[in-house]
């Protein structure tokens, strides 16, 4: 059976995800980024934690920490799907699963609750309930401005504007005439300014007659669905380079129907 969780709103995540995502514009693999199927925030060498939009205000929540989930050393696997709901898109959840490999949290919101399918007693997956603000990230940035704690009241009011879904060019300005690129923990290797950070708050569709990315709602779990194995019992080294290129093949799965 599902479990209830307490988590914070999905508007909420979204809108903490595509600020980071703006602030850390130019920045492959850190921070954040706005992509086709939703936002996916790099937990620094870490991990990383995902967010798509669903057809009918719906969402899932995916991702792992690679020290603390521990979901994918149980045997037999746990099906991180197991009493997923008709509208899950099942199909492409399946797919994502098994080109990233290392997915060991799902959570679903179904427009009032999140729930996850159930674990055994104490089973930590990782996910902290969220895409998760990380401070070590926003320092990078922040903490160098020629105001730290302007451009973090700059930052936090890009936040309610990105959850207003009413990001313009004056509430970026107002963020960047605080930072210098120059003066930044890392480099961006592409334009940061507010035309760039811009473009990414469209992409989230957080500014005002923009549409966000959302994937269409599933028809119910596939018969054939299968379950990836993410601990194979031999030597992972002997399978590492092709799984990188082409995700879990099929003999290192599961059928949770058999």
Known sequence: MPVKLELSHPEDLWAEASALAMLTVGTDGFGATVVPDGVRGDDVGNGWHGMSWIGGGRAVLYGYDVDASKTRHQVPPLDL?????????????????????????????DGSSWARTDYPDGL????????????????????????????????????????????????????????????FDIEPDEPFDTDAMLAVAERAGVTPGSARPELPPGRGEPADRRVWLLDYLRHWSLFEERQLTEGISPSMCWSPAS
């Open 124 to 183: 930590r997956d990782g996910g902290f309930g969220d895409t998760r603000r990380d401070d070590q990230v926003e320092d990078a940035f922040l903490a160098f401005a020629d105001d730290p704690k302007a451009a973090r009241a700059a930052f936090e009011d890009l936040i309610r504007a990105a959850r207003e879904r009413a990001v313009d060019r004056a509430v970026i300005d107002a963020l960047q005439r605080h930072l210098d690129p120059e003066n």
């Open 81 to 109: 799907l197991a009493g997923g709901p008709d509208w899950l898109p099942w199909e492409w959840l399946s797919e994502m699963m098994r080109r990233e490999q290392l997915i060991q949290y799902v959570y679903w919101w």
